[in-house]
């Protein structure tokens, strides 16, 4: 589930308002087959996709004026969907992050070492010699 494309959350809500003709009536044959067998296809075993257009009164994302395919449960899944997915994209880019910040601080040290040792080489010839 990490892995689920946002994109396909945008083409099914797009699919569930297309299913609606303008001014909310519902095409000829009232079916959502077509969006119902897409969200099974990204969720399976998912049957919260209805089988004929509802209202869409209580819908955050798919907001439509008239009936829609879209159910609140649908929407509620593609929020996790798309948090998870989010979640997903953030922890491998910090890891990188991470690993670099790692590297370079293994680098800084080495170097701050050989400064500090030079220096107090430095410290010691001149006071041993100009004592």
Not at 6 to 32: D, H, I, K
Request: aromatic letters at 10%; one cysteine or more.
């Amino acid at each position: 589930m990490a892995g689920f494309p946002l994109s396909g959350a945008l083409f099914l809500c797009a699919l569930c308002l297309l299913s609606t003709l303008p001014g909310g009536q519902v095409s000829v044959s009232p079916s959502c087959h077509e969006v119902r067998a897409s969200f099974q296809a990204l969720h399976p075993g998912s049957k919260w996709a209805p089988e004929t257009p509802v209202s869409g009164a209580d819908l955050q994302v798919c907001q439509s004026k008239g009936m829609t395919c879209c159910s609140r449960r649908m929407e509620e899944r593609y929020q996790v969907a798309a948090k998870q997915n989010m979640e997903s994209g953030l922890q491998t880019a910090s890891a990188q992050l991470k690993l670099l910040i790692i590297q370079n601080a293994a680098l800084f040290q080495g170097s701050f070492y050989l400064v500090c040792c030079i220096s107090l080489n430095f410290y010691f010839y001149c006071t041993l010699t100009l004592g």
